[in-house]
């Protein structure tokens, strides 16, 4: 019987543990970036929001923004010391506007100036 309710504690002790608590109250997309290159991002523009994700260093992070409309992919402007780089989509005819959540997009300027993106569900 000891077993037992040891074992249901495990499984409810389990069960609150795992809970997201930040995923509550989203209401829209929740955007960050990741720097994968070796330069600091001073600032990273994503879209057409105002927000700017300032002073992301290499391996770094910015904070969360909540963006009203957003795609797997969208236009980027970086900034750093070394230049400015832009990732450029040509349209989003087909595609469809993310779903309230968490997500991040992973940036890389290659040598030749050009940025890699990669859309990551958090």
Do not use: W
């Amino acid at each position: 019987m000891g077993k037992v309710i040891s074992f249901s504690f495990l499984i409810v002790l389990l069960f609150v543990g795992c809970n997201d608590d930040r995923d509550d109250n989203v209401t829209k997309a929740n955007i960050r970036v990741r720097n994968l290159s070796s330069i600091t991002f001073d600032s990273v523009q994503v879209g057409e929001a105002e927000y700017i994700h300032e002073n992301v260093a290499p391996n770094g992070v910015s904070g969360y923004f909540e963006y009203e409309v957003a795609y797997e992919y969208n236009y980027i402007e970086i900034v750093s010391e070394t230049g400015a780089f832009i990732y450029q989509p040509i349209d989003f005819v087909g595609e469809t506007p993310l779903t309230p959540g968490f997500y991040t997009y992973e940036l890389d300027v290659t040598e030749e100036g050009e940025v890699l993106l990669n859309f990551v569900v958090d």
